[in-house]
């Protein structure tokens, strides 16, 4: 009999064994209780010497059945093998950690696997969340209830000041509970909740909105929401059905949605709505032009694919490769060396970062490479392997990738390269190609200076050529040679040579990476390098940062399919067109539950905004300093920057 989920997940309190994998050998299994909390906010399971560990189903990036982690990957031809059925992956965390866990039965698997998936996927609350998160963690609560005082305390956590309006409705809300601790006026959780709800819904600053857009009525009817959606929002097309629509689904009391209209409360949900998001929907799927040849494109590209932390130290794992995937990467990079048993590893050289089969890598570069993109992916692998190893590398690259990889060599005379969309469902390999080897290449046992001719054979998309200046490059090459260029010399050839850096990049594709000397994953600016023309400006996109969020930000467009089509004067320097200057208006409304990271002082906030482009577009402005609020800090201001 099939168990509903509500069923499934109290079972999932129960502690019952899970058998913990790290690897394919006996010594790296180990037996632990697993269960779910009863609020259902995370795993709780033993760890090392009887240790409490848990997982937060928050922190949850996906679900996976069978061996499809990297470290299930490597049990395939054990004694594991045979277990397939009963085991599953959590993959959690920023660094997407992995949990391996087999299961008693299969359907102990089945259990997990739906019960976690349905934590994941449902659609919560997430205000009503945040706002029972606080209660329990507050100081005080342990009895349920928070007096006065404690309302005080949790007030200045969340960034706000326990004055004035929030003083009378705390007051009202616990009139109406009729709670008291130790002879004071209290509220538990349920007033908790409507206190928050009230003080939040308490919006001044939609309310002036509100009154300026319907000759200060108090709520919008059908008529003055239209005309707020069609002159204020810039909508085109303004219908009755769109805003009874928006109604429908955002206005929260039921007379007024009866009669057509729209509350603060449901204003404030329209405009929190992803509808309203800055960035354009029309730019969530891929719009460009998708038949022009590779060198008119920016590419999403991952510098040190395989790493999870510093360059120096830390753990090489698969799944990095999985997230850069996720985030639309289509040029990864695999470093490649001798290891042990004639199996080819990927490894950071020189430094005490942990190693992983190359075999693995391609795995999962297979199950990946086109769940987010089916724009074609680029493997740039960098080979300081022997010739027997890179021959072994040429054989994992056939027999796990198949005819995904293109072999189509393009010929002597081409004038370009093949368009995004000639390419889609193929995977290039590029690497450093120098001449062919010939039986002897062993060099006297040193790493060979030549690649093999089995993994020559697979590249036949890029060959990247040493640079010696764009005249050189050319007279001397095709459109099928790239240029690979370290962030300072490539900032160097921007600044000093601008203009021939930009006509290079009409033809030939750039490559700019870290400079050699960075220990940490931090990342270098990028908008520079963009602004010639630059196709792969490689960041280590798995270490967050403001270089990284810009990143990030870039490659948003065009779907997120890793390609977005650069403006027509980098493409054509000589296209006048797209030059218009534009000037951009923003008016800031207001910001809510800004959370001090560094104090347990109450936030002094502002809004800076700024334009990141060509140094002549660069531009900012901020806004005043609003002083003791996180909770609801802005009044309506305005703050303007231009773009010449």
Not at 53 to 66: A, L, N, W
Not at 252 to 273: I, N
Not at 290 to 319: C, R
Request: glycine content about 6%.
């Amino acid at each position: 009999m099939m168990m509903d989920v509500e069923a499934i997940l109290k079972k999932l309190e129960e502690p019952q064994y899970l058998t913990k994998i790290r690897g394919p050998n006996a010594k790296d299994h180990s037996k632990s209780k697993f269960h779910l909390d009863a609020d259902h906010k995370m795993i709780e399971y033993e760890g090392s010497l009887w240790r409490k560990k848990r997982c937060y189903i928050s922190e949850i990036k996906d679900i996976r059945e069978g061996f499809n982690s990297h470290v299930f990957l490597r049990c395939k031809n054990s004694d594991l093998a045979q277990q397939e059925n009963r085991a599953f992956s959590i993959i959690y965390g920023k660094k997407y950690l992995t949990l391996d866990l087999i299961a008693l039965s299969s359907e102990v698997k089945d259990h997990w696997v739906k019960g976690l998936r349905h934590l994941t996927q449902r659609s919560m609350d997430i205000a009503r969340k945040w706002v029972r998160d606080w209660f329990r963690r507050a100081r005080g609560s342990s009895d349920g209830l928070l007096n006065e005082k404690e309302m005080e305390n949790v007030l200045r956590e969340m960034n706000s000041p326990f004055e004035g309006e929030g003083i009378k409705i705390f007051n009202a809300v616990a009139a109406e509970r009729n709670l008291t601790k130790n002879g004071e006026k209290a509220l538990n959780g349920e007033g908790f909740e409507k206190f928050i709800y009230r003080l939040i819904r308490f919006r001044r600053d939609l309310k002036q909105i509100i009154s300026e857009s319907t000759g200060k009525k108090k709520v919008f009817d059908l008529q003055t929401l239209k005309v707020f959606l069609a002159e204020r929002q810039k909508i085109k097309n303004v219908t009755d059905e769109m805003c009874i629509a928006i109604i429908d689904k955002h206005e929260v009391c039921e007379k007024f949605r009866k009669k057509r209209m729209l509350t603060t409360e449901g204003f404030r949900s329209y405009l929190l709505d992803p509808s309203n998001n800055l960035f354009n929907p029309e730019h969530n799927g891929v719009y460009q032009d998708m038949s022009q040849p590779l060198s008119h494109y920016f590419i999403s590209s991952s510098h040190n694919t395989y790493l999870m932390e510093g360059q120096l130290v830390g753990k090489d794992t698969a799944e990095t490769y999985f997230y850069a995937l996720h985030i639309g990467c289509r040029r990864l990079e695999v470093d490649c060396y001798d290891g042990d048993e004639g199996q080819p590893m990927v490894h950071h050289n020189y430094t005490w970062v942990d190693n992983m089969l190359f075999e693995d890598v391609i795995r999962h570069v297979k199950q990946y490479a086109f769940e987010t993109s089916m724009y074609p992916l680029i493997l740039n692998l960098e080979v300081s392997c022997s010739k027997e190893q890179q021959d072994r590398m040429a054989t994992i690259l056939k027999s796990h990738l198949e005819d995904l990889i293109y072999t189509n060599p393009l010929s002597e005379d081409a004038e370009s390269l093949p368009s995004p969309e000639e390419l889609k469902g193929k995977i290039l390999i590029s690497v450093a190609k120098l001449p062919e080897d010939d039986e002897n290449g062993e060099n006297n046992g040193c790493m060979p200076k030549t690649i093999s001719t089995k993994l020559s054979a697979l590249l036949t998309a890029f060959q990247t050529v040493a640079f010696v200046n764009f005249d050189h490059f050319r007279e001397n090459y095709k459109c099928y040679h790239e240029t690979n260029l370290d962030e300072v010399k490539a900032k160097s050839l921007a600044e000093e040579e601008g203009a021939a850096f930009v006509q290079h990049n009409t033809k030939f594709m750039t490559r700019v990476y870290p400079k050699g000397s960075c220990v940490g994953s931090g990342s270098f600016d990028p908008v520079p390098l963009w602004n010639v023309g630059c196709h792969m400006v490689a960041l280590n996109v798995q270490i967050h940062g403001e270089e990284t969020h810009v990143f990030r930000g870039k490659f948003m467009d065009n779907g997120g399919c890793g390609y977005v089509l650069k403006p027509s004067f980098l493409r054509d320097p000589a296209d006048p067109s797209n030059r218009v200057p534009i000037r951009l208006r923003l008016r800031i409304v207001s910001g809510q539950q800004l959370m001090n990271i560094s104090t347990r002082d109450i936030l002094h906030p502002f809004v800076r905004v700024r334009i990141r482009g060509a140094p002549i577009d660069a531009a900012e402005q901020k806004t005043g300093v609003f002083r003791n609020n996180g909770e609801l800090p802005f009044s309506l201001s305005e703050s303007a920057a231009c773009r010449r």
